[in-house]
């Protein structure tokens, strides 16, 4: 938790009609913050803020009493649980939160449940590792905003409710679908959370071309990057008459999904598809002609991007890569929070989890290769390698990103390649073991921050 922060209880009163609007602190807060009593202040909660009198009360420093009538306004389903606060001397505004909130297409299964899909469990670890630090988390869809409040879903006594929410002080883009980012409902919503200055990360998906042409700016990033190339006729006759092994990737595809592989053997070309394994689709062509007739049929004019294939080490003779994790913290650098190795499944040359890879610590993979000693160089230089290519597609990218997958291969000959860069990596492939996975305490921290402001400011150990 931030220093300036403090951990709080908030403690409904009753107050008759006729009393003036009135909050009570500690003598010692107030004294901390340089507030004297009967001060008028606002108090923010959410996004709404409405003006109080402040008033020293001998309660303990870890209560905030409101008035219940007062609390009906910001739309408060429920006051237990712990609160941070932050007082604005600059503004007399005591800040109240953390409020975050989880953007996502959301379904309602048969038994009239919500089902937010790939992140529902990691939008109730989120729950856990809010509310157990104070603050308050909730989980909506694009059609859920209006000015005064969110019709979102909160965690209680085991299960989601639907109720009218507090606005999110920030919000936290997991909306599943590329397609439904480019829709107006979408942009309708992001112009509304623009104009109600919500902080609002990650933007967006970003497309494996975009990820490409920014990151092959950098001159001394050329060295990690495979040769790509909008896919074309001409693009095809180049790589293939090039690099023995090619890939061909939809631009806005991720899980590994509808990836064709193209190996040149001695008189024939190979093709396969991550749709189904390599013994039921291999596909065997003599000339590169009769290849782009056959990619023709799968690619049905969609964009596509062609990239030189590299002879990555394998894992007992299945393809092997390493997924990154990277966030952003409290002084808004990036950081690994997460490092693993992907195995992929058999007959199968992906090594994405959805597609049946399996997961393995790093050090144990690499160990096939080199002793621990090179095994930790090169995982430090896997952290670097991920971290400098976040700082820079954040710095060039639209709107606000806190988090990135990155994925590196490494050849056989040890060289490390930088294959894609994910802007909504997948939560499954973390250790389960841990209740509040390292990945939910960044995003997590760097909610807070957004919420309240807090870069750079020290924070407490």
């Not at 059609?143 to 965690?155: A, M, P, V, W």
């Not at 902080?199 to 050329?222: A, D, G, Q, T």
């Not at 966030?327 to 929070?337: G, R």
Request: glycine share 6%; aromatic share 10%; charged share 25%.
């Amino acid at each position: 938790m931030v220093a300036s922060l403090i951990s709080v209880s908030i403690v409904p009163i009753e107050l008759s009609e006729k009393e003036d609007v009135s909050i009570y602190l500690s003598s010692r807060i107030l004294k901390k913050w340089n507030i004297k009593t009967n001060t008028v202040i606002h108090l923010k909660i959410g996004q709404k803020t409405r003006e109080a009198l402040i008033k020293s009360a001998e309660v303990p420093s870890t209560e905030l009493q409101i008035p219940d009538r007062f609390l009906m306004e910001f739309a408060m389903p429920t006051y237990s649980g712990k609160y941070l606060i932050k007082y604005s001397s600059q503004s007399r505004t005591i800040t109240v939160g953390r409020f975050i909130g989880l953007l996502t297409d959301l379904q309602i299964d048969e038994e009239n449940e919500p089902d937010f899909r790939s992140v529902h469990a990691f939008c109730e670890e989120l729950h856990h590792g809010i509310s157990g630090r104070g603050g308050f988390f909730s989980v909506f869809s694009l059609q859920d905003l209006s000015n005064e409040f969110i019709k979102g879903y909160y965690f209680k006594d085991g299960k989601w409710v639907l109720g009218e929410l507090p606005i999110p002080s920030v919000i936290y883009n997991r909306i599943h679908s590329r397609k439904l980012e480019y829709q107006d409902l979408f942009l309708q919503f992001y112009e509304q959370v623009v104009s109600m200055d919500i902080p609002f990360f990650n933007h967006r998906f970003l497309s494996k071309w975009e990820v490409y042409s920014l990151l092959i700016k950098e001159e001394y990033m050329h060295p990690y990057i495979p040769k790509t190339k909008i896919f074309s006729k001409e693009s095809l006759r180049e790589f293939i008459n090039k690099y023995d092994t090619v890939f061909v990737k939809p631009i806005h595809g991720s899980q590994g999904r509808s990836i064709i592989k193209i190996k040149k053997e001695e008189d024939y070309f190979s093709i396969q598809s991550s749709v189904m394994p390599a013994s039921d689709n291999s596909v065997k062509k003599d000339t590169i002609e009769a290849v782009l007739q056959h990619l023709k049929k799968i690619l049905h004019n969609r964009i596509y991007i062609i990239q030189q294939g590299i002879p990555l080490a394998d894992y007992q003779s299945r393809p092997m890569d390493f997924r990154v994790l990277c966030h952003k913290n409290v002084q808004n650098l990036w950081e690994v929070t997460s490092l693993i190795a992907r195995i992929s499944g058999e007959k199968q040359f992906v090594s994405n989890i959805a597609q049946g890879g399996e997961i393995m610590k790093p050090l144990s993979a690499l160990s096939a290769f080199f002793n621990k000693e090179n095994s930790l160089d090169v995982i430090s230089l896997m952290k670097e390698l991920s971290v400098e290519a976040s700082s820079i597609l954040s710095s060039h990218s639209a709107g606000i990103t806190g988090e990135l997958g990155v994925d590196i291969g490494i050849d056989i000959n040890g060289k490390l390649w930088l294959i894609e860069v994910n802007s909504k990596p997948s939560k499954n492939f973390e250790d389960h073991g841990l209740k509040i996975r390292p990945s939910a305490k960044a995003i997590i921290n760097f909610g807070t921050s957004l919420a309240f402001n807090t870069f750079l400011e020290k924070e407490e150990q």
